[in-house]
Structures are given as C-alpha cells and as structure tokens.
C-alpha cells in the first residue's frame, strides 16, 4: 500500500494552493478548525458542569483536592474547579457567590478555611 494521493487545489478558507486534508481545507486550516471545535465543546461542558455545580453545591463532593500557585485550596469536581474557601462559604451562607463577593481569611492562612476564619467582602478592597 503506498501513500493516500491527495488532491493539489485552493483551501477553501486561506486560499493557499496545497494538498487539501479534508473538506477542501489546507492541512494548517483543517487543524485551526478542529481546535477551534475542541475549544468550543470544551467552554460548554464547563458551562454545563458550573450550572450544576451551583445547583449542587450543597450536597456534592469534591474529586479532589490540589493547590493553586497562590497556596490557596483548590477542590475539583468532575470538569470544574473552585476554591475551597469559596465553596466552604457557597455551603454556610447556602446560596452561590456573585462574582463581585470576594472570601477572605481573617488570620491570612490561605490553609486555614475553617468557617469561622472566613469574611465575605463585596469587593476585594479592603481598607487599611
């Protein structure tokens, strides 16, 4: 069996004359749309995988549990990930955060997320 012939032609998205891959795509455009695929499938299970997460916050439990560059607590569920703080607050307070509510620690042991360490802000300024 030798090598599959391909046909030399315009790529029908950048116009350069090369071998067409697949659907009359040059081998650099048939590969960006294919990411660009990916990509997409991607952003919509996460999508999928917060809005149940924010309906489950409550009684799911984490897959793991790692830490980010910072030294904060990070949790994962199936394709999602949040802070521990974050979530230990989404769970005493019983309702998801809004984007502008920021979780801090009182002592500044980004470990230490016992509830009772944790304060809720409306932004992350704080005045010294």
Same mark, same amino acid.
């Given at each position: 069996?030798?090598?599959?012939?391909?046909?030399?032609?315009?790529?029908?998205?950048?116009?350069?004359?090369?071998?067409?891959?697949?659907?009359?795509? $040059?081998?650099?455009? #048939?590969?960006?749309?294919?990411?660009?695929?990916?990509? %997409?499938? $991607?952003?919509?299970?996460?999508?999928?995988?917060? &809005? #149940?997460?924010? %309906?489950?916050?409550?009684?799911?439990?984490?897959?793991? &549990?790692?830490?980010?560059?910072?030294? #904060?607590?990070?949790?994962?569920?199936?394709?999602?990930?949040? #802070?521990?703080?974050?979530?230990?607050?989404?769970k %005493?307070?019983?309702?998801?955060?809004?984007?502008w %509510?920021?979780?801090?620690?009182?002592?500044?042991?980004?470990?230490?997320?016992?509830?009772?360490?944790?304060?809720?802000?409306?932004?992350?300024?704080?005045?010294?």
């Amino acid at each position: 069996m030798g090598k599959a012939i391909r046909k030399i032609g315009k790529c029908s998205e950048c116009g350069t004359i090369t071998e067409h891959h697949a659907r009359g795509l $040059c081998v650099n455009c #048939y590969n960006r749309q294919l990411r660009q695929r990916h990509r %997409e499938v $991607c952003r919509q299970l996460r999508i999928r995988d917060k &809005a #149940y997460f924010l %309906e489950n916050f409550k009684t799911i439990k984490p897959n793991s &549990a790692t830490s980010d560059k910072n030294g #904060y607590k990070v949790v994962v569920f199936k394709n999602f990930s949040t #802070y521990e703080h974050r979530w230990i607050m989404m769970k %005493e307070m019983g309702r998801p955060l809004f984007g502008w %509510e920021t979780v801090h620690h009182i002592n500044g042991n980004k470990l230490d997320n016992r509830p009772k360490n944790l304060t809720l802000f409306l932004t992350n300024f704080i005045d010294a």
